[in-house]
């Protein structure tokens, strides 16, 4: 008895696609055998322990599968930074950090200090801004904008 009741569900879905004008979007195989082979009992057989292989058939809303997006990889991560004190003598404003710099091409990475001021630029390295009351520098560094706040002195 229940697998007429699907067999008839089947044939209604299928009547019900039709008279709307569009074909039925089948996500699941076993859906797609059942709606193949309403007509045909013993067909329904193979999945008739799915009783709700029918709800795909129907797809009332015309629902879609989720879009696939392809995932960005990130490339190389700039080297961090870390900001270590901000000068005020002769009345240029310079910052004092360090690059931890990774290892490249036959060079040995490390540790490497630098004193720039706002609009210097080394080693791929720009100081974009230092904002003294707020102990705060922005970086552009390997072209990622960074605001860096200063270490807290262990004094």
Partial sequence: MKLVNIAAEACLALVATAALGRAARVADPAAEALADSAADPTALQVVSD???AIIAVRNVFALLPPPVYPIAIPKDLPPKITANGITLILGATNVLFNVDMPATGGQSGGPKSYMLSEGQREDDIEVVKIDVDAAVVTFNNH???????LVAGGH
Avoid: E, H, K
């Fill in 50 to 52: 799915r009783p709700y």
């Fill in 143 to 149: 072209g990622v904008r960074q605001d860096i706040p």
